[in-house]
């Protein structure tokens, strides 16, 4: 079963490809969506959609997973992230696959035994657990690898 992770933005969202084979987990891709800065709003919206469709054009994934939203006190950052949550969502419909949500500590929890743990903690766990040659580069594509994984193993079969 191939599963995109996603973690959200709305001018950098990462995204991690896994498939899951009984218990073994290989990594397909994952990397970071950038918009680019002086893009208009909505057209950084629009740039992500569309590298999130073709990502799942290329790589055909059977189901999405994505984190849950987080109760901010910047009101207006917690509005932008729902607006590219939006985006994912209407990905997820568009090409008809299922989407998941995990919260924080249940992402963390499922990769590294401790629902607190540190941002640094989840990155070494994804590369441990997905037998990479190193810590991907960007915390976005972390995230999203680490998304992938928790959905992996609430899987239901």
């Known amino acids: 079963m ?3 992770g996603i973690d959200p933005g709305t001018q950098v969202a990462g995204f991690g490809v896994i498939e899951k084979t009984g218990a073994r987990i290989v990594t397909i891709e994952y990397g970071a969506i950038q918009a680019g800065k002086n893009q208009s709003f909505p057209q950084r919206l629009y740039t ?3 590298k999130i469709m073709d990502i799942i054009s290329k790589h055909q994934p059977d189901e999405m997973a994505i984190e849950e939203v987080f109760y ?3 009101i207006k950052s917690a509005i932008r992230i729902g607006e590219g949550r939006g985006i994912v969502f209407l990905c997820a419909a568009s ?4 989407i998941t949500e995990y919260a924080a500590t249940v992402i963390k ?3 590294v035994g401790n629902g607190n ?3 640094e903690q989840v990155q070494e766990m994804v590369k441990i657990i997905l037998n990479l040659p190193e810590i991907p580069g960007s915390r976005d594509a972390s ?3 680490a998304i992938a994984i928790c959905h992996s193993h609430n899987l239901r079969y």
Not at 95 to 98: F, V
């Open 2 to 4: 191939k599963i995109l």
């Open 48 to 50: 992500i959609y569309t």
């Open 72 to 74: 901010s006190k910047n």
């Open 95 to 98: 090409a008809n696959i299922p």
């Open 109 to 111: 929890k499922a990769v």
């Open 117 to 119: 743990a540190h941002k």
């Open 143 to 145: 995230d999203a690898l």
